[in-house]
């Protein structure tokens, strides 16, 4: 009843218990990101004529679109509000930071500063996650200033919110300056800066801030060993990240999938396929499922193995699970089955992809180029560029593959000319190893010649292996022996070898043995050691060379 247009008590206690209900309701929506109850929610408020243009409620009600991605919805929120309170402001901040917005959630934080309304603890978080977004670690330092004059400093989360921008941000040595003058840490803290230093890549440094963990009484948890193992993986330290996951499993926290994923990816990059594939069988029997960058890192390795069973059968667990439309995925069943000499299945895979990629046109262009398909790889081209794609230096390489592998000199200098007259694409040594095979191969070794003295960048392994094999086989001794005394001595051990056996192979093809004994002398005392190769068996228990014991790939599947 009201007095005087005034509410009674009665009713004043209802209303307030009926705003505190609703506005739990919002917190619990927010909190599992439902929009469609929250919705609900709003419309209850409305039809009850609550007030949502002041107070928590409103506030509560922006955090709940933004909170579940609807950022448009929220800012209409908002806009009703009278005199939004900081706690507007944030949501507005954090829904655009978290959903990719990041140069909305800068524009809101400059708004809310000019309408004087004062930050609190959890504003800086959520703009500091902003500056990562954009990279701009100037506007980073800017902030920190303020933060500095607002007296934020000190609290742990906003100074992790540093420490972590200063990181991705590539600014290490201001990272660590504010890790070093917080004068207290938490297991974010730590993780955050053993993560800074793995993922640039300084990997001695992150293991010492781990020990270093340990030791002030910090225990890691399961982030902060995902975050090692995933680094050193990452960065192609395969036993470190081995040894890492080893002692993780020991100390009895269980590696989550992401780490999985890291520990198959790394292996399968480094050439280590077999151990790879039984990292993934392992995973597998725990009862972790696998996903589409699990499928997208391990089937590399099934190609480079030439593993077509073993391949074969992730491509039926990837259409089981629905994972085999991924364009990541897609793209390397392509890449795989070329690989192992599939073409038709390569392309099944191609045309039933709903969308695709650079990447995806690329793995299709290279298959056809690997078997002789070179008019397809050039149809593919025409198609992708009417598609509205932009070449990349990967289109290019595998399309110069594709016509010196055919022979097809004309059309190979045709793309060489389209590349480096018309795309705005960098040429790397590989595109000059396809055209130097090329014209080796069309037996114009001179011109091959050439074109490698003019390079603008220092000769590789595989441009100068590409000239060496052409003068073998074509008997060209002298314009190889000219060759090696000019680009090998430039070149460093590790990357000369290749180049020293094939002049040794020359040699030996012309009779000359001494010359022969003359070069192996010659890698005996630089040091130089051609890498051993190595064989493949795939047997139906899944057995290969150099690793020992048959694990079944599908073992945990079904």
Not at 6 to 30: A, H, I, K, W
Not at 137 to 142: A, E, N, P, R
Not at 413 to 422: A, C, E
Not at 466 to 479: F, K, V, Y
Request: net charge positive.
């Amino acid at each position: 009843m009201r007095h005087g247009g005034r509410l009674s008590v009665g009713s004043q206690l209802g209303l307030r218990r009926c705003t505190d209900n609703l506005s739990f309701q919002l917190e619990e929506c927010t909190r599992s990101k439902a929009l469609r109850q929250g919705k609900q929610i709003h419309a209850q408020i409305l039809t009850t004529r609550l007030t949502t243009d002041v107070g928590a409620l409103a506030s509560k009600l922006v955090g709940m679109y933004a909170c579940c991605g609807c950022v448009q919805h929220a800012e209409l929120v908002f806009e009703r509000i009278r005199r939004p309170s900081v706690f507007a402001w944030n949501w507005m901040i954090l829904g655009c930071a978290f959903h990719g917005e990041c140069r909305d959630a800068l524009r809101w934080f400059s708004m809310m500063q000019k309408a004087d309304v004062f930050p609190n603890k959890y504003t800086f978080p959520s703009v500091l996650k902003a500056v990562i977004g954009v990279m701009d670690v100037q506007k980073g330092k800017q902030l920190h200033c303020t933060i500095m004059t607002r007296g934020f400093e000190c609290i742990v989360s906003v100074a992790n919110a540093l420490v972590d921008m200063y990181a991705k941000c590539r600014d290490l040595y201001s990272a660590r300056q504010v890790f070093d003058e917080m004068s207290q840490r938490d297991v974010a803290t730590w993780t955050i800066i053993v993560c800074g230093y793995a993922q640039a890549g300084l990997l001695h440094e992150s293991g010492q801030l781990f020990d270093r963990m340990r030791r002030e009484g910090a225990e890691p948890n399961e982030f902060t060993w995902n975050a090692m193992v995933a680094a050193q993986a990452e960065n192609g330290d395969c036993g470190e990240a081995l040894d890492f996951f080893n002692r993780m499993k020991k100390e009895g926290v269980a590696p989550d999938v992401v780490t999985w994923n890291a520990m198959i990816a790394g292996f399968s990059r480094n050439g280590m396929g077999g151990l790879a594939l039984k990292l993934l069988s392992e995973m597998v029997s725990l009862g972790l499922k696998l996903n589409a960058i699990t499928a997208a890192s391990v089937l590399p390795a099934c190609g480079a193995m030439g593993m077509l069973c073993s391949g074969k059968q992730l491509h039926c667990v990837t259409y089981r699970q629905g994972l085999d439309r991924n364009i990541h995925v897609g793209t390397a069943l392509i890449d795989m089955y070329a690989k192992c000499g599939r073409l038709s299945e390569a392309r099944k895979v191609f045309d039933q992809l709903p969308a695709k990629t650079v990447a995806c046109w690329n793995a299709m262009i290279g298959c056809c180029g690997k078997h002789g398909r070179v008019e397809d790889s050039l149809l593919l081209f025409e198609q992708m560029l009417k598609a509205g794609l932009e070449p990349s230096q990967v289109t290019f390489t595998n399309l110069l593959s594709s016509c010196s592998h055919c022979g097809l000199v004309d059309e190979g200098l045709k793309v060489f000319r389209l590349m480096r007259d018309n795309c705005d694409i960098e040429i790397n040594p590989e595109h000059y190893a396809c055209i130097v095979d090329l014209l080796c191969r069309a037996g114009k070794l001179t011109e091959a010649y050439e074109l490698v003295m003019s390079m603008p960048m220092q000769v590789t392994e595989s441009v100068m292996g590409a000239l060496l094999g052409g003068c073998r086989i074509h008997g060209r001794n002298d314009l190889a022996e000219k060759l090696v005394k000019e680009v090998v001595g430039e070149m460093g051990t590790g990357k000369a070898a290749a180049g020293f056996v094939t002049m040794s192979n020359v040699y030996a093809a012309a009779g000359k043995w001494e010359e022969v004994e003359d070069v192996r002398k010659v890698m005996k005392e630089k040091g130089i050691r051609k890498k051993p190769g190595c064989s493949w068996v795939e047997t139906a228990n899944f057995g290969q060379a150099g690793f020992g014991g048959p694990v079944g790939i599908l073992e945990g599947f079904t």
